[in-house]
């Protein structure tokens, strides 16, 4: 009858429903039930080793009847007007605390303040503020005893420490409302099961604490379902999971089978694909649509050949999701203006090493200014940075020493190292020392890149050759195929470098 009256005066019915109980007083609810407030157990000074563990409390619910009764009967312990004062009460201490009650609405609310004071003292103990509570309301509907401590107890036993448990519970407060046995056990058993480390299990929620409100029959299990008839090895999900978790909230038909089909358009083998993606998975997370085809785009623009862009993501698979046009646009001015190198000589140094794009230019110099200081024309360098752009990545020190035994114990022209630059990328002990020092014995003598641009049996097949054969172009690296020698029949190729097309695809990728 008080919400018919109200309506027909067209006022807000629980504001004017509670002055109207007001002015008639109810007799307040006892309070003797209350005196040994549950808060007391987690006060750190009262109590310094207050315990999550959901046993304590199953032993302490005798002490507080109030607990005993779920949420949903509290509406039939209290009558309708001691509900809406209930309510009126609540709403007003939650404001005083600077909270805005709006999103509790409909919401169903605990019987006393004493109870909600519990609620919002004990989310400020494990470090929540009023911002954080304001962010999420909702958390104030979960019990103590029945949702806070038995999430929080079984969240610190999985390997979150508790000092971390505030920082999850406010990146992630849905978690309050999960039941461990049904909702998060399962979670964890099935991290488990792809093979994530006990140990590391914490630090995987941490990073992505939203896998806890997953199905596991759904999109969870879909990815590593995809991913595995792609090729990834079942033994290296677990690995993959525990460097970039986000991939088991990805849907295969929206996000991941998008993501690997275009870059298998591009040439990229599905099984290249997948070794990346283990040592790598966070490639995953590059947006297809903005980042991804742009940068494809990119490299295009500034003149690298389309048959070629599956060799530079499988060597370089950042390239794809960096800022690519920004940073090509600064190195081809660098490499114009400081190397003199033209914009198609940029290309040809980007397809051979498309790790160019992300070198520092202040590193880029040292190697170019020791070639210049050892008199080497500075077009004569450019033209040496073309054929190897990897001399733009060597150490100075390195250089200077294969450059001491080029000069004092070799007795070479300068001239073979500008046409044979690749000479400073092999080691001077273990290659280039020994190597001459068998020729010198057999006397004979040889161009830089016959005796060192081969494999050690090669260069022993060679040595017990009766002649010198002819001098040819180095291994050439094709997506798809085997490193094939020009000129050169099979039955040159030795055992060691006729491997499968998956090995040699493999190793060129530069120890994904």
């Known amino acids: 009858m008080i919400a018919s009256q ?75 007007k001691e509900r809406l004062v209930s309510r009126v009460i609540i709403c007003d201490y939650l404001k005083s605390l600077g909270i805005v009650p709006d999103e509790l609405e409909s919401l169903e609310l605990p019987s006393t303040v004493e109870v909600m004071r519990e609620r919002v003292e004990f989310l400020q103990k ?96 879909t990815s590593v379902a995809y991913l595995v008839s792609i090729g990834v090895a079942p033994r290296d999900i677990g690995p ?35 070794r990346m993606l283990e040592k790598r998975a966070y490639l995953l997370g590059y947006d297809l649509k903005e980042t991804v085809k742009p940068n494809v785009d990119c490299l295009v623009a500034f003149g690298i050949r389309r048959e070629l862009l599956a060799s530079i993501v499988a060597q370089y698979p950042q390239i794809i999701g960096q800022p690519l046009k920004a940073k090509m646009s600064s190195q081809q001015f660098f490499f114009s203006m400081k190397l003199k190198i033209d914009p198609e000589g940029f290309a040809r140094v980007i397809e051979k090493m498309p790790q160019t794009v992300s070198l520092n230019q202040h590193v880029i110099m040292k190697p170019i200014d020791f070639l210049i200081g050892r008199g080497i024309p500075s077009e004569d360098v450019a033209k040496m940075v073309v054929k190897c752009p990897q001399l733009v990545a060597l150490r100075v020190e390195l250089m200077k020493n294969s450059y001491y035994f080029f000069k004092s114990e070799m007795g070479r022209p300068v001239k073979e190292l500008m046409e044979f630059p690749e000479y400073f990328t092999y080691s001077l002990e273990s290659r280039i020392k020994p190597r001459y020092q068998k020729l010198k014995s057999k006397g004979i003598r040889c161009s830089l890149r016959w005796f060192l641009n081969c494999s050690d049996q090669r260069f022993e097949e060679r040595l017990q050759g009766e002649y010198i054969e002819t001098e040819i172009c180095g291994p050439s690296f094709c997506m798809g195929g085997k490193l094939e020698l020009p000129g050169v029949g099979n039955e040159m190729v030795s055992d060691e470098e006729n491997e499968s097309d998956d090995e040699i695809l493999y190793r060129r990728t530069v120890s994904l």
């Not at 080793?49 to 779920?70: A, C, G, R, V």
């Not at 401590?149 to 971390?164: D, F, H, T, W």
């Not at 978790?245 to 993501?259: A, N, S």
Request: overall charge positive.
């Open 6 to 80: 109200l309506r027909q005066r067209g006022t807000k019915p629980i504001t004017q429903i509670a002055k109207l109980l007001l002015q008639n007083p109810i007799p307040p609810p006892t309070q003797s039930h209350h005196n040994n407030n549950p808060s007391a157990l987690f006060s750190p000074t009262q109590n310094p080793s207050w315990d999550l563990h959901i046993t304590h409390y199953s032993t302490q619910s005798s002490k507080f009847p109030e607990y005993e009764m779920p949420s949903v009967t509290w509406g039939v312990v209290q009558g309708r």
């Open 126 to 221: 494990i470090g929540l503020s009023i911002d954080d509570i304001n962010e999420y309301p909702l958390m104030l509907g979960c019990s103590v005893r029945k949702n806070m401590v038995p999430v929080l107890a079984y969240l610190e036993k999985i390997g979150i420490q508790r000092s971390k448990l505030g920082e999850f519970v406010k990146n992630y407060p849905q978690v309050l409302h999960a039941s461990v046995v049904v909702e998060l056990v399962p979670v964890i058993k099935f991290l488990r099961g792809l093979d994530v480390e006990k140990m590391d299990i914490g630090y995987v929620l941490q990073k992505y604490p939203e896998l806890l409100g997953y199905k596991l029959e759904g999109t969870m299990s």
């Open 240 to 274: 993959m999971v525990t460097q970039y978790p986000y991939l088991l909230g990805m849907r295969v038909g929206t996000v991941i089978k998008p993501f690997v089909d275009f870059l298998v358009s591009l040439g990229l083998p599905k099984k290249i694909l997948a």
